[in-house]
C-alpha cells in the first residue's frame, strides 16, 4: 500500500543495499559497548561513521581538508551534528 501511494505521488522509496562484513573480535566488542551506552544499534553507529567519512570527502572536495576536534563550539566552522552524544560525555 505505501509503495502504491509513493508511486501515485511520484516519490520512490529508497532503494537499500545490503553488506556483509567481518569484524575482529574486539572492535565487534567496541561497537557493541559503544552502541550500548549511546541507546542505538551497532548499524546506527556504523551509518555514523560512514557519514563521517562522506562528510569528510565533501569538505575535502571543497577545500577543507581538516577535520578536527576543538573545546570552544564557538571555534568551529562546521559541526558534525549526531555524530556522537556529546551531553552524556561531559555528564560522566
Known sequence: ???????????????K???????SADISEWLERTAREEGVQPKDIIRRGLSAVKLAQQQRDAGRPYVGFVDDPAKLDLQFVGLVDVSAKKAA
Not at 17 to 23: C, D, G
Open 1 to 15: 500500500m505505501f509503495k502504491v501511494l509513493l508511486e501515485i505521488i511520484g516519490m520512490r522509496k529508497p532503494e
Open 17 to 23: 543495499v545490503r553488506w556483509t562484513m567481518t569484524l
